[in-house]
Every structure is written in structure tokens, then in C-alpha cells.
């Protein structure tokens, strides 16, 4: 059946074969019986050639350093105490949605992970598990001085319970897995595409970035994050610390993470770590820290670069650069200025020498 | 080992991004931005400070919006309506946008056409021009469609509109551009 | 496409100049999840085309007193010239890395000895060549007797 209408509209559907069956087929059958048609059809072709001339361009450099500017602006820009209302609101928002998602998805989903004792009696929701139980979304699980328990996380891995842990499952689903560590102890080995594993304590929040790590975290909100394998991003507000295998962090509740260091560094480099970070160290620790980095304690001094007063960055740029070459594209006014290219740039070269 | 795919990057990277990783997001930013930032370069006739600023928002709205994503197939779309409501609405703003100057092929010229011979660095400065002199509302589909392989039905929703109006406005401003470069594009076709 | 020419130049006058080597690193270096559970990651440096450079390692070890090799899969990273070396050799026994690679006409070559906390950087050497049997005997008996730790 021929279409009484010529397809000028439609011909670049036909030519991009967008058309339903039947549509196709109509047009097919009037382009062979009008020749305005056929040689509307070839301009329409003709057009379509004619934008092979256009070349994808590489979208300059510069863009990205100026998307990155305008965010820290923006973030700089939010007032503080309007910021802690908000988070204020938005917390209690979050409580309230993620108690009725968990229930939800909980239900919903029927998600529950293996729990496997591995000594004692470990409480398992309100229940103490003699061998083996289930855990799902918002049940706790509570270990006491001599009890110890294996959790399945989904089948991404698993995380051990150790003694006097109190921890709760957050959410147990595919494309989150998530706990929240009260107080205690767990060692994590997770096997998956990062960021699908989550441990939030009162510090911030364990991010999966492919590995196997212990956290602890005390009744006052005081912990520690060990990497024995791949690395671990730790997060809260806008402080992160991303701590690979053989380092670790200390965090502390409404601080966040501390600077990451390395297990084998000097002692007196972590203590003064401990109170740069916490207790509002100064000078005296700064220079322990300078003094006693090696190569491979550019993990901690690349975080202190934006942790440091401003006026203190060179001496942190300069014990860098004394102990490895800084890269081409790092240039001293940048890092100083904390450009995010900069920054991320010399992590990454830095990142050879961990 | 494989690598991964474009999709499987994108799907893993919006995940990423949702949760507010900044490198994922990089990531992402790099995955697209030649796309978008070409779409805008040939929008605004090789204007490159226009298609920088329009590349900068875009990506700054999808940097604070990205939490609304749940699926890649979703993505595109939504990058993409965003890439033309950014252009449409900075032609609205902008003096003559009849009478943008032609920059210079130096400028904005990629490494393909740095191979090209002279006659060929001419008919791709005719088609620049000529996508240029096009309406609006038909530059920004005809270069979505170049550009990006979305469906149609993907760019209806990019572009507000119905499939039809996206298959009328691809068929008016693909007929017009041949008009335009009648004889130069046909010979190079040839 | 000149400025391609000139800036290819400049790279192998650049290659000449360096010298075709590796860099080992710990696996975060290749900022890619794939190799979390790598023992180690390494990169080429110097090579003018590193998705070219022809890479290959074994795993040389001493269980129970005998000479052991292991033929390694070395795995490549997301990035070009990034490489994993995952552990395929068993648990028992004292182990290193050997690893070779070509490119164009340049070779290098490392010995990685490994630790139980991964590679042990220390110990590790770079080399211009492939590693000798020489070479790799004297870092075995090092490690055996606990110098390579």
C-alpha cells in the first residue's frame, strides 16, 4: 500500500532505520514509486555523509581544572552553621527513609547473610547462634569476651567478628553492602569491584576499594584502620584518607580519618601523626614527621600537604621532592595552591614508590 | 584479562560517582567530554571559549546531580538533554548567532583533519559552517545523533520532544546542510 | 600531525637516553581494582610503545631444598605498560619473581623476591638485561639464608 503522503519527515528515521516494520516497509514502497521522494531520501543521505568532515575534538585541558575550581568554590561558599543544619535535617531525613528502606528491602528482598560462630555463643539479632544463623538488614550482631563469629557478605566476601564487637548490618542487597560498626573489631576480606563493600563508624565511613582490612573502633569513638591487602578509602566530610596494604589510619568520632602512614614507620613518626591529627599537634611534630619520612612515607606526607596551614605547604612539598623526583606536570605553585589536578597527578606517581 | 567495555566502565563509574567518589567521576568526565565538548565546538561554530563554558556546566550540573542516576541507560539521556538545553539556551543569550565568525581551522582542528589536504580542510570548514547556519533545534539533533549513538527515542527524551519531531527536525536539517553543500560533499563522497 | 612527528621524536631520543626499564610497585600504584589481589604491580618506562613491549616472568622458588619455576601470566592493567603479577606459586618454600621484557631492541629484566607482606622492594633489582641463571641462583640462596629479607 503506497502512503498517499510523502515521508519527508521521516526519512532520516528510514535511513537510521528507526522506524516500526510496517512504517518502514510504506516508506520502502513509496520511495520506490516517487522520485521527489527518492531524491529528497539521497539529501537527507547526503547530510548525513557530509558530518564525517567533523572530527571528535579533545576538550582542552584546562576544563577539568576549572570544574574542580568551581566545585571547591561552591563547597567553600556553604555557610557553616546553615551546613550543620542541613546535616542536622538531612540525617534525621536519612534515619527515617533508611528505616523504612530497610524493613523494605530487608523484607522485601528476604537478603540474609550466613553468620558462622567461630567461638562462643555470638548474638545474632536476639538470638545466640550455636553453629550457624542468618542475618539480615538492621539485625545486630553482638560478640562478647569469648565469642567470635564469621559473617557471608552476600558473595563478595566475608568479614570476621572479633570479640566484644557490636555491629549491625546495614544493607544487604547486590549493589550495597553495608555495616555499621557500633564499637569493636572486624576484619574484612572482600573480593569484588570496589565501592560495593561499606563499614560506616561514627568516624566516616570504609570504602572498599578491593582488599582486606581490620577497623576497631571504641566505645569513644577512637579507631584504627589496618589494609593487609589492596587499599581502603576512608571517608568523612570532605576529609578522605586513602590507606593502602601495609598502612594504616587512625580515625576518631567527629574528626574522621587521620593522615595514613605506614606500618613500618618510625614511632615517633606515628605519634606525632597521632597528634598533628587529633590534638591539634604543631611545629615541634611537623618536623618529626619531615625528619623521619623515607620514600615510601610519601603516602603520609602527600596527605599532610592539605592538612598543614598553608604557610607550612612548602616545607611539605620541598621534603617530597628530597626525597623523590616530583613528576613533570606537578609544578611547587600548584601543589601549594592544592590544585585538585595538580594533587591527584602526584598521588598517582607517588603512589610508585608505596 | 579483558579489558573492561565502555559500559561496563560507565555503569561501574556512575555507581562510583552516585557515591561521591571524585575520581570516579574524572572518569566519567573523561569518558564523555570529547563528545560533549565537540557537540558545543560545532554548535557555537568553533567558538572554543563557548564550548568550554557550556562543557564546564554541563559537567558541574552532573557532578551535583549525579545521585538521581540509577542506571547507565538512563545516563546518556540525561547527559545529553542537559548538553542541549546548555547550547540552546546560551544561542538565546548570545548577540547574532547569524552572523558567528568562522575560527580559525587552526583553532579547533583535531589530529584527523591535521592530515587532511587543503581541499579536504575546505569542505570540513563548509560543513562547519553550514551545521552552524542551521536552526537551533536542528543543529542540536543533528549533532546528538553524530556525536553520541543514541536511539531515537533516547534523544525524544534529551531533546523534549516526540521521536516524530526528532525524525523531522534529523530529516529538515540533514536535507538543508546537502543543500548547502551541494556539489562539495557529493564529489567527496565519490 | 607535526606536532605528533616532533613530539615522537623527542620520545625516542628520550627512550635512548633512559633506557628501557621497570618500576615495581605495590599494587595501589595501578589504580585499578583488577590487581588488588596482584603480589605486585610494575610498569615500563622508556618504551616508546608500551601496549607493544613483549613482557613474560616466572616465579622461581626453593621448596624443600629444589629449584622450582612457575610460569607467570602477567596480567595487563587498564593502563598501557601497567602490568599485575598475581601469586601462582605455591605457599611452601622461599620465592621470587623473574621478570623480562622487550622492547624494540631494548630488554630489561627484574628480580623480585617476595616476603610474607608481598614484595620486598629492598631486595628487589632492576636490571638492563634479562636476569641470568647466575643471577637468579644468588638471589634465591640470598633469600633462603634470609639476606633477601
Known sequence: ?354 | MVPLSDREISAEIIESCRLGDRDAFRALYDLYKDRVYSISLYFFHGDQAAASDVTQQVFLKLMTGIGQFRGDAEFSTWLYRMVANACTDAARRRKSDAVLPDHPVEAIAGPASQEEDYARAQIARSVRAAVAALPPKFRIAVLLRYFDELSYEQMAKALHCSMGTVASRLSRGHKILAERLTGLVRSSAE | ?149
Not at chain 1, 96 to 112: K, M, P, T
Not at chain 1, 327 to 347: F, H, I, M, N, Y
Open chain 1, 1 to 354: 500500500m503506497m502512503l498517499t503522503r510523502h515521508p519527508s519527515p521521516r526519512l532520516a528515521a528510514y535511513i537510521d532505520r528507526q522506524l516500526p516494520a510496517r512504517k518502514a516497509r510504506q516508506t520502502e514502497i513509496h520511495l520506490a514509486n516517487c522520485a521527489h521522494c527518492r531524491a529528497e531520501c539521497e539529501q537527507v543521505r547526503l547530510g548525513m555523509a557530509a558530518l564525517e568532515h567533523l572530527p571528535v575534538i579533545e576538550a582542552p585541558a584546562e576544563i577539568w581544572a576549572s570544574i574542580e575550581r568551581a566545585s571547591q568554590e561552591r563547597r567553600a561558599r556553604q555557610p557553616v552553621m546553615s551546613g550543620r543544619w542541613r546535616l542536622a535535617f538531612a540525617a534525621l531525613l536519612i534515619l527515617a527513609l533508611v528505616g523504612a528502606v530497610y524493613w523494605a528491602v530487608g523484607n522485601r528482598s528476604g537478603i540474609r547473610w550466613e553468620v558462622v560462630r567461630l567461638a562462643g555463643s555470638p548474638v545474632v539479632g536476639s538470638q545466640r547462634i550455636q553453629a550457624a544463623g542468618r542475618i539480615g538488614a538492621g539485625e545486630w550482631i553482638e560478640t562478647d569476651s569469648a565469642s567470635r563469629a564469621t559473617v557471608r557478605i552476600g558473595e563478595i566476601g566475608s568479614v570476621e567478628v572479633e570479640p566484644n564487637t557490636r555491629v549491625r548490618v546495614a544493607v544487604a542487597c547486590p549493589a550495597e553492602h553495608r555495616l555499621a560498626l557500633a564499637r569493636g573489631e572486624i576484619h574484612a576480606k572482600i573480593s569484588a569491584p570496589p565501592r560495593l563493600f561499606f563499614v560506616d563508624t561514627s568516624a566516616g565511613t570504609a570504602v572498599d576499594l578491593g582488599c582486606e582490612y581490620a577497623l576497631k573502633v571504641d566505645a569513644d569513638g577512637y579507631g584504627r584502620l589496618q589494609v593487609t591487602r589492596g587499599w581502603v578509602s576512608f571517608q568523612w566530610r570532605d576529609l578522605e584518607s586513602l590507606v593502602p596494604a601495609g598502612a594504616s589510619c587512625w580515625t576518631r568520632a567527629q574528626a574522621g580519618p587521620g593522615i595514613p602512614y605506614f606500618d613500618d614507620a618510625l614511632e615517633s613518626v606515628k605519634q606525632a601523626l597521632v597528634r598533628f591529627s587529633f590534638e591539634k599537634g604543631g611545629d615541634d611534630d611537623l618536623s618529626i614527621i619531615l625528619a623521619g619520612s623515607r620514600v615510601r612515607d610519601t603516602l603520609t606526607l602527600w596527605h599532610l600537604l592539605s592538612r598543614v596551614p598553608g604557610a607550612d605547604r612548602g616545607l611539605v612539598f620541598d621534603r617530597i621532592a628530597a626525597l623523590t623526583p616530583v613528576p613533570a606536570g606537578v609544578s611547587r605553585e600548584q601543589a601549594l595552591k592544592l590544585d585538585p589536578e595538580t594533587l591527584k597527578l602526584w598521588k598517582e606517581e607517588l603512589a610508585w614508590t608505596w
Open chain 3, 1 to 149: 600531525m607535526l606536532r605528533l612527528g616532533i613530539a615522537a621524536c623527542a620520545l625516542a631520543v628520550l627512550v635512548l637516553a633512559e633506557g628501557f626499564t621497570f618500576n615495581l610497585a605495590s599494587p595501589v600504584a595501578s589504580q585499578d581494582f583488577h590487581a588488588k589481589a596482584a603480589a605486585f604491580v610494575f610498569r615500563t618506562q622508556g618504551c616508546a610503545e608500551p601496549a607493544k613491549a613483549q613482557i613474560s616472568g616466572t616465579a622461581e622458588g626453593i621448596v624443600n631444598g629444589v629449584h622450582k619455576s612457575v610460569a607467570l601470566k602477567i596480567v595487563s592493567m587498564s593502563k598501557p605498560g601497567v602490568y599485575a603479577v598475581y601469586r601462582e606459586w605455591p605457599a611452601e618454600g622461599e620465592w621470587l619473581v623473574n621478570l623480562k621484557g622487550t622492547c624494540a631492541d631494548a630488554s630489561a629484566g627484574a628480580i623480585v623476591p617476595i616476603g610474607p607482606k608481598g614484595f620486598i622492594r629492598e631486595s628487589s633489582r632492576i636490571l638492563q638485561h634479562p636476569a641470568t641463571e647466575a643471577e637468579i641462583d644468588a638471589a634465591l640462596k640470598a633469600l633462603t639464608t634470609g639476606g633477601g629479607k
